[in-house]
């Protein structure tokens, strides 16, 4: 007995299967546009980044923002790593992703910065009390949405 060829087939499987198309990731391209405006030397370690504020549930523009502060995003202090000023003249790091993730890490969950506002934050990161307001500016160059 010849059997059609569509009789054969389970009627979910007669249409086409659509494509999961997983989309572009934009805050790589702010990450992108704001080191390359900064003139920041490359790599710029952006899949880090958002690795970091993803696993740690951070605001993905915190430390490259840090970074333009504390060190106009590695120039001043290339030789230890700490791109963030984290303990400066104290801390180094083996590799900038190192260092993205201890510092993330460490805002995110370390007993000083735990539970705090990105003001809270800030303020624990550097006390003086333009440091929050300068670091939240930066991070509105890379994205102009609201910052917490």
């Known amino acids: 007995m010849l059997c059609s060829a ?4 389970s009627p979910a499987l007669r249409h086409p299967i659509p494509q999961m198309i997983a989309k572009p990731d934009l805050r790589a391209a702010h990450l992108e546009r704001f080191f390359t405006a900064y003139h920041c030397p490359a790599p710029f370690h952006i899949d880090e980044y958002l ?3 993803d696993d ?5 523009r915190l430390l490259p923002a840090v970074s ?5 995003c590695g120039v001043k202090e290339s030789d230890e790593n700490n791109f963030w000023g984290y303990h400066p003249g104290r801390q180094s790091f083996s590799s900038v992703g190192e260092g993205i ?3 993330s890490r460490q805002l995110a969950e370390g007993f000083y910065y735990k539970d705090k506002t990105l003001e809270g934050k800030l303020y624990v990161y550097n006390p003086r009390p333009k440091y929050p307001s300068e670091v939240r500016y930066i991070m509105l160059q890379i994205e102009p949405r609201p910052v917490e």
Do not use: F
């Not at 569509?6 to 087939?9: E, K, L």
């Not at 740690?56 to 993905?60: A, E, H, I, V």
């Open 51 to 53: 690795r970091a504020a």
């Open 101 to 103: 993730d201890y510092v």
């Open 68 to 72: 333009i502060r504390e060190s106009l």
């Open 56 to 60: 740690y549930g951070l605001d993905y």
């Open 6 to 9: 569509t009789a054969d087939v």
